[in-house]
Every structure is written in C-alpha cells, then in structure tokens.
C-alpha cells in the first residue's frame, strides 16, 4: 500500500496550515495503519488542526474504516501510541465506520464540525 511522504505531505493544499511537526506525526499514524490495513479516511481535527492548540495538547484525529472490529480499534489504537510518543503527542484516534456516516450520525454537531475544520491526510 502507498505511503505519506513524511516530507511533503499527500494533498498539500489541504493541510499547508498545520504545523510541520502535526503534519509528520499524522502522517506517521497514516503509516503505521498502512503497514496491516487501508483507512477509508484520515482527518486531523481539533486544536492543532486550527493551529490554537498548545504544546500539551493532543492531536485529534478521525480515522473512517469499513469495518470496526475490536481488532482493527486496538490495531489503530497501538498505531498513535507508537506515532507520538517519540515527540510527546497523545495522538486520540476517533474510528467511525463509513457505514454510520451515512446514516443520522452525519449530522452530529461533532461530525459535522470534524469535516469543517479537519484536514485530510
């Protein structure tokens, strides 16, 4: 499966506004999970996406897969442990089905809120 370049990032329109360093350890977490499966989706959201975050935040992240199986979450779960640590960010994956985004819960305030300020890695 393709890899993010850890340099320039995949879809650089998209996420030319976080900070280089966010940027790296998404895409590490992108990685990661690419090493056992293929993430539908992948969006940095929350304070570092908008840049107002501090140095103590954690780097928010939604992660849409066809299937969540107990398996799968423990899997993504391992992946952002492992893409932070070295640099001290909480990475928290948030894991949806793509299922689920098409029924009510695409109008949650939360959803809704992910898909306006998060970016695509």
């Known amino acids: 499966m393709p890899k993010v370049a850890l340099g320039e990032p995949e879809g650089f329109c998209y996420i030319a506004f976080m900070i280089r360093r966010d940027h790296i350890i998404a895409a590490r977490f992108k990685n990661l999970m690419l090493e056992r499966f293929q993430p539908l989706e992948v969006r940095v959201f929350g304070s570092r996406a908008r840049e107002d975050g501090t ?10 897969v066809e299937q969540a199986t107990r398996e799968i979450e423990k899997f993504i779960s391992d992946c952002a442990w492992e893409a932070g640590f070295d640099d001290g960010v909480v990475v928290v994956p948030i894991v949806i089905e ?15 809120n992910v898909y306006r300020e998060g970016l695509t890695i």
């Open 55 to 64: 140095p103590e935040s954690d780097l928010d992240v939604l992660v849409v």
């Open 98 to 112: 793509r299922i689920s985004l098409n029924g009510p819960l695409r109008e949650a305030v939360f959803v809704k």
